[in-house]
Structure formats: structure tokens, C-alpha cells
């Protein structure tokens, strides 16, 4: 059975608008099973047109060199997404590699302090 970060949508015209679309209207964090989401929906009484989209992955996507590089991680949570979307923003799309950098350095550093070395 499917484990992921899972968005359950409902095909439906909002009030405002002349045409259907799919609206989420719940999501289940990491970790949790596809029957996890339909129960869910069972449980809820509702009825309707639904999918179920599982995101498992986020990509930051950048034009290096005149080629696309893709940086890719796996998604958690609803809030994972949300603050990498930020921070997408807030580096205006570009990775910051001076600030990797600083970190994988201080990750080893502090990996090599925890097994006695330094």
C-alpha cells in the first residue's frame, strides 16, 4: 500500500466561478496509507467526484549554465512545501550555494565532533 503526503480533491464549481475545478480539501502528512485517506473519506458522508494525488517530491527547478538544473526532495508535510515555497521566494529563485555550503560544512563538523574527531 502507497505511503506518502497525500491531497484528497474534490471536483466542484465554487460559487464565484463558471467552471469546475479540483479544490483540495484535506490533506494527510507523510507516513500515512492511502486507506488512511479513503477511511477518511468514508468516515466524512460525502458525496462526490474525488481524487487523491500523493506529492512526494518538490523540485526546485533553475537555469545554470543555459541548462535546467533540478533540485529534488521528498515532501512531508503540507508545511514542508509551504516553506520551501518561501524560500523559493525569498532567494528569487536562485539556490543559495554560499549558504549550502555553510551548512553541509557545519553537518560534518558537527558529525566529526560527535565521533571524537577535531
Known amino acids: 500500500m502507497a505511503h506518502g503526503f497525500f491531497t484528497l480533491e474534490r471536483w466542484m464549481r465554487p460559487a464565484e466561478q ?3 475545478e479540483w479544490v483540495a480539501i ?11 485517506v479513503l477511511a477518511g473519506l468514508e468516515k466524512s458522508g460525502e458525496a462526490g467526484f474525488y481524487r487523491v494525488t500523493q506529492t512526494q517530491r518538490m523540485i526546485w527547478a533553475e537555469k545554470e549554465n543555459g541548462k ?14 509551504a516553506k520551501s515555497a518561501a524560500a523559493f521566494e525569498r532567494d ?3 539556490w543559495p550555494v554560499e549558504r549550502a555550503r555553510d551548512q553541509t560544512r557545519r553537518k560534518r ?10
Open 18 to 20: 463558471r467552471e469546475s
Open 26 to 36: 484535506r490533506h494527510v502528512d507523510g507516513g500515512r496509507k492511502l486507506a488512511d
Open 68 to 81: 535546467l538544473k533540478l533540485r529534488k526532495w521528498h515532501v512531508g508535510t503540507p508545511e514542508d512545501l
Open 92 to 94: 528569487g529563485g536562485k
Open 109 to 118: 563538523r558537527a558529525r566529526r565532533i560527535t565521533r571524537g574527531g577535531e
